[in-house]
């Protein structure tokens, strides 16, 4: 099928390892964020979510850390696995809206 | 399985007809989000509702654009006199609507447009 994000930055970990995904978010107002994973030819999948009051959540397998003061978020993935990849979005919601801004995304490549 | 479903998967279109596209979001689900999404892009946001009414639509909704959610179920995206720059993959999404600060939203997935 056709690919999501062929000019996407690219991440390539090893099967096993630990992998980081980074995104800079742009209103300092957003109070929520989504980490979203899209396979080939299918829709965003949600991940993980964190508020704006919290700086830290952790899931299965998945942590995302937010950082506010330079409004970063970042996404961490223990034991990467094959299944993993795919292209990786956060989204951001402003204060008072329902509108979901995606940042650009990052594609995750695992190796075995 | 009774996710988000959109339907036509695919549609293939000559410049200046008009097309349109259906989303059927997860039963009882309260709001409906439409983006659209380009090769190596992340899904734009286009509009939304909360049920019936259409609360917020982007600037990128030109007067081609309309949508509709007409009993505050099943909603419509239609695209008149097609242009090229319109092809992409249109994503439909619907969450909950019980949760005033933020929510996960369920995307279907999409219908993907091809303009010749």
């Known amino acids: 099928g056709e690919s999501v994000g062929l000019h996407l930055p690219t991440l390539s970990v090893q099967e096993g390892d630990n992998s980081i995904i980074n995104c800079a978010y742009s209103?300092?107002?957003?109070?929520?964020f989504i980490w979203y994973k899209q396979e080939s030819g299918k829709g965003p999948q949600f991940i993980i979510d964190?508020?704006?009051?919290?700086d830290k959540r952790q899931g299965q397998r998945v942590t995302v850390l937010l950082n506010k003061t330079v409004k970063h978020l970042s996404l961490q993935i223990a034991a990467t696995q094959p299944g993993d990849s795919a292209v990786y979005f956060c989204?951001?919601?402003?204060?008072?809206?329902?509108?979901?801004?995606f940042g650009t995304g990052t594609r995750l490549k695992v190796l075995a | 399985d009774t996710g988000v479903s959109q339907n036509p998967r695919h549609k293939i279109t000559k410049r200046g007809q008009n097309v349109t596209f259906r989303c059927d979001p997860i039963?009882?689900?309260?709001?409906l989000y439409w983006y659209r999404q380009t090769l190596g892009q992340g899904p734009e946001f286009l509009t939304y509702?909360?049920?019936?009414?259409?609360?917020?639509k982007s600037r990128l909704l030109s007067d081609r654009f309309s949508a509709e959610r007409p009993k505050g179920s099943f909603s419509t995206l239609e695209i008149q006199r097609t242009e090229q720059g319109d092809s992409a993959m249109y994503l439909c999404?619907?969450?909950?609507?019980?949760?005033?600060?933020?929510?996960?939203?369920?995307f279907g997935p999409g219908t993907r447009l091809l303009v010749l």
């Open positions: 999404a619907s969450s909950p609507g019980d949760r005033g600060w933020g929510e996960t939203q369920y």
């Open positions: 209103n300092s107002a957003s109070d929520y």
């Open positions: 964190i508020r704006s009051n919290m």
């Open positions: 989204a951001e919601k402003g204060t008072g809206t329902y509108k979901y801004i």
């Open positions: 039963s009882e689900h309260n709001r």
């Open positions: 509702f909360q049920n019936e009414a259409q609360l917020e």
